[in-house]
T-cell receptor
Framework: GQQVMQIPQYQHVQEGEDFTTYCNSS?????IQWYKQRPGGHPVFLIQ?????EVKKQKRLTFQFGEAKKNSSLHITATQTTDVGTYFC??????????FGKGTRLSVIA | DAGITQSPRHKVTETGTPVTLRCHQT?????MYWYRQDPGHGLRLIHY???????DKGEVSDGYSVSRSKTEDFLLTLESATSSQTSVYFC???????????FGPGTRLTVT
C-alpha cells in the first residue's frame, strides 16, 4: 500500500535558525497536506497542495510540492518558540484515505 | 475548531473489557475517521465512515469495530481491550470540498 516517509524524525534548532522537513511518497499523490500538532494537542490542518511544482507561503512557512507529485517539503524561516511541535505531511491518491507520515518533532531552543 | 467532541477524554480500563469511544460532530460532515497515535508511528487510520452505516477498514483495524447510526456520531469499540491498544485516539472529519481533516481533542486510553 501507499507509504509516506518523513525526515528527519527530530530536529532541534536555536531560535532564529531555519528548519526544513521532507516528505516522500511511494506513489504519485493527488494532493499533499501539512498538519501541526502542539505538545499535548491535536493535529491542526495547515495547508493543502494539489498542483505539480506548487509553492505556497504562510508568513514564515513555505510549502512545496514536487514536480512528480511524490515529494513535498515544509521550510520555516527564522524559527520562533511558537513553532514548537510535530509537523506531519499526509497524502492520498484518488479517493483513498489520507496516509500520514510519522512526523518531524521540532524543538526550538531560546 | 470544527465542532468535534470526543468522549471520554481519558479512560483507564482492564485487559479484556469492552470499551467504546464516541466522536460527535455538529456540522453534518459526511466523512469521519478514527486514528490512533503512538510514539514513533504517527497517525494510523483505524476505520472510517463515508455516510450513515457506511464504514471501511483502515491500516490498523484488527481488534476494533465501528458504528455510525447517525451522521453526527461515530463510535469506536474495542471488543476486548488489550495492552497494545493503549494509545491516544483521535477522531477527525473531512472538510467540505477538499480533503483536509479537522481533528477532535483526542481520547487517552490506558489498558492495564
Amino acid at each position: 500500500g501507499q507509504q509516506v516517509m518523513q525526515i528527519p524524525q527530530y530536529q532541534h534548532v536555536q531560535e532564529g535558525e531555519d528548519f526544513t522537513t521532507y516528505c516522500n511518497s511511494s506513489t504519485t499523490l493527488s494532493n499533499i497536506q501539512w498538519y501541526k500538532q502542539r505538545p499535548g494537542g491535536h493535529p491542526v490542518f495547515l495547508i493543502q497542495l494539489v498542483k505539480s511544482g506548487e509553492v505556497k507561503k504562510q508568513k514564515r512557512l513555505t510549502f512545496q510540492f514536487g514536480e512528480a507529485k511524490k515529494n513535498s517539503s515544509l521550510h520555516i524561516t527564522a524559527t520562533q518558540t511558537t513553532d514548537v511541535g510535530t509537523y506531519f505531511c499526509a497524502g492520498n491518491s484518488g479517493n483513498t484515505p489520507l496516509v500520514f507520515g510519522k512526523g518531524t518533532r521540532l524543538s526550538v531552543i531560546a | 475548531d470544527a465542532g468535534i467532541t470526543q468522549s471520554p477524554r481519558h479512560k483507564v480500563t482492564e485487559t479484556g473489557t469492552p470499551v467504546t469511544l464516541r466522536c460527535h460532530q455538529t456540522e453534518n460532515h459526511r466523512y469521519m475517521y478514527w486514528y490512533r497515535q503512538d510514539p514513533g508511528h504517527g497517525l494510523r487510520l483505524i476505520h472510517y465512515s463515508y455516510g450513515v452505516k457506511d464504514t471501511d477498514k483502515g491500516e490498523v483495524s484488527d481488534g476494533y469495530s465501528v458504528s455510525r447510526s447517525k451522521t453526527e456520531d461515530f463510535l469506536l469499540t474495542l471488543e476486548s481491550a488489550t495492552s497494545s491498544q493503549t494509545s491516544v485516539y483521535f477522531c477527525a472529519i473531512r472538510g467540505g470540498h477538499t480533503y483536509e481533516q479537522y481533528f477532535g481533542p483526542g481520547t487517552r486510553l490506558t489498558v492495564t
